[in-house]
């Protein structure tokens, strides 16, 4: 699934652009966490996150898609789905799980991450999923109030561990069914 304008497109990401997958997804969280994080454990997350290994592993899921938005011929942001055994949480019902979802720091503001979402829920749609939900920190009240924006309700908490650091994450949540 692909989409395309004369303004920006969404591609699905392959194994062979896991070198500018990597780059984006190093970039764009080290520009929204760094900051917000005891160093030593960021980079440890970092390190153990973002590998190629890993990043390859997680490619190579069929139960997880990564995307890229390109505007122009610039990669601007990316996010990635998962489903199934694929996903974070086990959650019960038909869910699609958008563990990430990230803009560059420069192109924030131009609606690209209102793109994305209707992107995503076109593809919950079409692959007959019945909810998407997604975990964000409780410290980014930026990200949450663009999620309820969105039309996602909080439906509980998780932990997310970077490095030796329990940090709380909203789990939201929004439905494709009306």
């Known amino acids: 699934m692909e989409f395309k304008t004369t303004k920006y497109q969404i591609l699905q990401v392959k194994i062979p652009q ?10 764009t969280f080290k520009a929204t966490y ?6 030593g454990n960021f980079r440890n997350y970092l390190e153990r996150q973002f590998n190629e290994t890993q990043l390859s592993r997680e490619l ?3 139960s997880s898609v990564f995307f890229f938005l390109k505007e ?28 990430r979802i990230y803009v560059l ?4 503001g131009k609606g690209f991450g209102q793109k994305m979402i209707d992107f995503i829920l076109e ?3 079409t692959n007959n ?7 964000v920190w409780e410290k980014n009240p930026k990200a949450i109030r663009f999620y309820e924006k969105m039309g996602f309700k909080k439906f509980g908490e998780h932990i997310f561990r970077i490095g030796d650091e329990d940090q709380i994450d909203w789990m939201m949540k929004k439905s494709f069914h009306k």
Request: charged share 25%; net charge negative; no cysteine.
């Open 18 to 27: 896991l070198p500018q997958l990597q780059e984006i997804a190093l970039e």
């Open 34 to 39: 760094a900051h917000l994080n005891e160093p």
């Open 60 to 62: 190579e899921n069929p």
């Open 72 to 99: 122009g011929d610039k990669k601007v942001g990316y996010f990635k789905l998962n489903w199934g055994d694929a996903q974070t949480e086990s959650l019960s019902g038909n869910a699609l799980e958008l563990e």
């Open 105 to 108: 720091k420069n192109h924030q």
């Open 123 to 125: 593809f919950g749609i």
């Open 129 to 135: 999923f019945d909810f998407l939900w997604l975990g």
